[in-house]
C-alpha cells in the first residue's frame, strides 16, 4: 500500500546552516504529524497539520523551526540556523482523521536523519 | 504535566519465550493508547490502538490489555520471535484542542535464538 515519504532520508548541516526536511502524507491523509527522535529516545512532538492549516504547534521551537503544509506540494520543516542540539532524526506521520477513535490509525515515514557539525 | 513511563527499559528474552512490557500514564483527560513497534533505523508501526472503553486487543501474537482506573497498560508478545527485536513504544492521546500525543521513552526488546 502506500507510505509515508520522508526526503533526504539523511541531512548533514554546519553549525548555523539552514536545514530543510520534506514529507509526503499518504494520499487522502488529512493529518500531518512531525517528531524529533534523538539519540532514539523518546520522540518529542513538534507541530501537526489539518490539510494546509497548523492544528497544533505547542511543540514548535518558536525561533528557528518554521513548517507548512501547502497544497499540492509534500509538507516542509525547515531549521533556520541549526544547532547541535538539533542533531536528531525528524519523524513524519500522517493518518486520516485527528487520532481521537481507536480507528485511527497513525503511519509514520522511515525519518530524516539530521546531523549537525 | 502529561507524563508516560514504560518498564523495562530494555529486555532479552530467548526466542519462543513470552513476556509483557508495562505502560503505566497520567495523560489526562485520557483519549486513547497506542503501542507502536520501531525496528531500528525506521518509523514506528502502529500494533494496537484502545480507547476508554476497550480493556483488551490483540493483533496477532501481540495482545495489548488497558485499565483505565489505573491508568495501566501491558504488551504481551506470545511466542517470541528474532522479528520480533525492536523498541516497543507506548503512546497516550489526550483529549484535548489538537489531540496531542505523549510517548513514553520505549522498552528495547532484544530477542536471542
Known amino acids: 500500500g502506500e507510505e509515508v515519504a520522508q526526503t533526504p532520508k539523511h541531512l548533514v548541516r554546519g553549525e548555523g546552516q539552514k536545514a530543510k526536511l520534506y514529507c509526503a502524507p499518504i494520499?487522502?491523509?488529512?493529518?500531518v504529524f512531525w517528531y524529533q527522535q534523538v539519540l532514539k529516545n523518546e520522540f518529542k512532538f513538534l507541530i501537526s497539520f489539518q490539510n494546509e492549516n497548523v492544528f497544533d504547534e505547542t511543540g514548535m521551537p518558536k525561533e528557528r523551526f518554521s513548517a507548512k503544509c501547502l497544497p499540492n506540494s509534500p509538507c516542509s520543516l525547515e531549521i533556520q540556523a541549526t544547532k547541535l542540539e538539533d542533531s536528531a532524526v525528524y519523524f513524519c506521520?500522517?493518518?486520516?482523521?485527528?487520532?481521537?477513535?481507536?480507528?485511527?490509525?497513525?503511519?509514520f515515514g522511515p525519518g530524516t536523519r539530521l546531523t549537525v557539525l | 504535566k502529561n507524563q508516560v513511563e514504560q518498564s523495562p527499559q530494555s529486555l532479552i528474552i530467548l526466542e519462543g519465550k513470552n513476556c509483557t512490557l508495562q505502560?503505566?500514564?497520567?495523560?489526562?483527560?485520557?483519549?486513547?493508547l497506542r503501542w507502536y513497534k520501531q525496528d531500528t533505523g525506521r518509523g514506528p508501526v502502529s500494533l494496537t490502538i484502545?480507547?476508554?472503553?476497550?480493556n483488551t486487543k490483540s493483533n496477532g501474537r501481540y495482545t495489548a490489555t488497558l485499565d483505565a482506573d489505573t491508568k495501566q497498560s501491558s504488551l504481551h508478545i506470545t511466542a517470541s520471535q528474532l522479528s520480533d527485536s525492536a523498541s516497543y513504544i507506548c503512546v497516550v492521546s489526550a483529549l484535548n484542542a489538537g489531540n496531542m500525543l505523549t510517548f513514553g521513552g520505549g522498552t528495547r526488546l532484544m530477542v536471542k535464538p
Open positions: 506521520a500522517s493518518s486520516q482523521w485527528s487520532l481521537t477513535s481507536s480507528t485511527d490509525t497513525q503511519y
Open positions: 484502545m480507547t476508554f472503553s476497550e
Open positions: 494520499k487522502g491523509h488529512s493529518y
Open positions: 505502560c503505566n500514564y497520567t495523560v489526562s483527560p485520557f483519549s486513547n
